[in-house]
């Protein structure tokens, strides 16, 4: 016999904090976001629904994959991820989870989020940023 937890029914759905990149449509009428681990190759908007990253046909989040989308419980350790060379133009954003999810150690893995908030670190010259510009280059 296999114990399990007890099933959460939270009032408000749980909060996370995850960074990724942000994108312009061509006509520079919508926007996206693009993750920075598994399955940083496709966009998603500020409502979106998981995809297994390996195109396996399976609800997300399963317990036998590493699908869904993942986000951090503390806003510290997301802004941390943005020190490394790589990540600093990444956005941090505050996320709804919403769905099935299932709890870890230092966060969550989920089916479906809600962009709540998208906050811009400093400009590479030392300022707070003021604007979001198409840089040209992707």
Do not use: N
């Not at 960074?19 to 920075?36: E, T």
């Amino acid at each position: 016999m296999r114990l399990r937890l007890p099933e959460e029914r939270p009032a408000q759905p749980p909060i996370g904090y995850k960074i990724a990149y942000p994108l312009l449509s061509q006509d520079g009428g919508g926007a996206a976001f693009l993750g920075v681990s598994l399955g940083g190759t496709r966009p998603y908007g500020v409502l979106a629904d998981a995809r297994c990253a390996y195109g396996r046909r399976h609800a997300s989040p399963s317990r036998r994959c590493d699908c869904g989308f993942h986000c951090l419980s503390e806003q510290a350790e997301a802004e941390a991820l943005t020190a490394t060379a790589e990540h600093r133009s990444a956005l941090l954003l505050e996320i709804a989870v919403l769905g099935r999810y299932i709890r870890f150690e230092r966060g969550l893995r989920y089916a479906r989020q809600r962009v709540r908030t998208a906050t811009v670190g400093p400009c590479r010259c030392g300022r707070q940023a003021a604007v979001l510009a198409d840089a040209g280059w992707g």
